[in-house]
């Protein structure tokens, strides 16, 4: 009875696509998957330019408090496929301590996910489709392919009609 529980567990253990240190879903593992994952419950789903990371440990006091690892980065939105901050440029700050889900980045493009707000700050998440760029990861650049035609462009609509209403006036008055 042993070995065949023995078994079972291996095969699971074996048979498992992705692992996670923390309690939080799997966005999917095929780009449409973690498209439409992304784009149902995150707030914010970006392809930005990270920059100036930083990480720093903030030693505990040994009994009531324990050491913490935290990186800041500034993020700078290329695109905005969902959602709209209030400015092209955040900055980020986000546990990287062990188990606190916490996704560590380096400096590049990527595709990210990030929460919170202007008024709380910018964390980043290993629960999420966050991942880098032009770094071999193929299904990460199939999911930016899938994200790619669909950007937020409100801002850029608003300029087209008003070019297309003025060239139509002119058209029609002149």
Known sequence: MRSVAALVLLIAVLGATTAHACSCMNPGTTADARV????????????????????????????????????????????????????????????TTCCMCGLSITAGSWIITPYGSDATGYSLSMCSISCKLNNGDSLCEAVAARLGGSANTAAHFGVWMTLALAVGLYVFVG
């Open 36 to 95: 439409q994952s992304a784009l149902k419950t995150d707030k914010h789903v970006l392809r930005a330019q990270i920059s100036n990371v930083v990480s720093y440990t903030v030693v505990g006091d040994g009994t009531n408090t324990m050491t913490r690892t935290y990186q800041n980065a500034t993020i700078t939105v290329m695109s905005d496929y969902k959602g709209s901050l209030n400015s092209t440029t955040i900055r980020t700050s986000t546990d």
